[in-house]
């Protein structure tokens, strides 16, 4: 849970100081953090990838894992969702503040819970106690709730409530899976896990491309069900 606590403390420091200070901050500054954000973004999902013991788990899973979740439409489908929320909660309220108040709770919420640097900081957190992932996304999250509050206001801040809500639940789940999970198992998913980070460098902070990171949340869960298979029928060597 350490790294929840962290997550949460560090949208609230930036949800506080957006709502005081954001609107002051100059566009190209905070575009200037971002691209250092996301640098260093891919650097850390290209440590994690390269830490695989076998490239062609990594690269089955991911392949496998994009075409399960564009047969699903998984990005469609929080897209949706998103949509969903933002139109019922706005639509329900009657006085301008209270609607920008929900307006910004609701797209925060979505933005720093939903997405595989989230799922699997919480399960490595969970696991093995290492919180270096759920850190790094805490100073993104940080910022991005500078930026959302300088727009929305302070809801951005009652954000925190879901995150520690959904992310603290995964970290306690994953936790309880330990037994399940083999140390090469884990390393695996972290790899595949690796490549949908830097795909977030890529595609979300740095906007150098559009991918579909979400439709690859599948490959996080097919990657230990193949080291298990390759272990049940003696194939080792990961």
């Known amino acids: 849970m350490t790294g929840t606590i962290l997550n949460v403390i560090a949208v609230l ?23 250092a954000l996301g640098l260093f973004t891919i650097a850390i999902g290209l440590k994690m990838t390269l830490d695989s013991q076998n490239a062609i788990i990594t690269l089955g899973s991911v392949l496998l894992g994009g075409l399960l979740g564009e047969w699903w439409r998984i990005e469609d489908q929080l897209k949706r969702l998103g949509s969903w929320l933002e139109t019922r909660f706005t639509r329900s309220s009657t006085e301008e503040g209270t609607a920008r108040f929900i307006k910004g709770f609701v797209s925060a919420s ?20 290492n919180f270096q992932l759920l ?7 940080g910022f991005a709730a500078l930026a959302f ?21 995964l970290s ?12 090469p198992m884990i390393r695996e998913m972290t790899a595949a896990g690796g490549l949908l980070i830097m795909g977030i460098g890529v595609g979300v902070l740095l906007e150098l491309r559009p991918i579909r990171v979400a439709n690859y949340l599948p490959a996080l869960v097919i990657a230990p069900v193949i080291v298990a298979i390759l272990h049940a029928i003696g194939i080792s060597g990961f």
């Not at 509050?149 to 639940?169: D, E, K, N, R, W």
Request: charge should be negative; aromatic fraction near 4%; include cysteine.
């Open 172 to 183: 306690l789940l994953a936790a309880q899976a330990q037994a399940l999970l083999t140390d």
């Open 13 to 35: 420091i930036g949800g506080g100081l957006g709502t005081l200070f954001g609107e002051r901050l100059p566009a190209r500054v905070r575009e200037s953090v971002l691209s």
């Open 110 to 129: 979505l933005v720093f819970c939903v997405g595989p640097m989230t799922i699997l900081g919480a399960i490595q957190d969970g696991l093995t106690g």
């Open 135 to 141: 850190a790094i996304k805490s100073v993104l999250d």
């Open 149 to 169: 509050a300088a727009s929305t206001g302070v809801g951005v801040m009652f954000s925190v409530i879901v995150i520690l809500a959904y992310q603290g639940a």
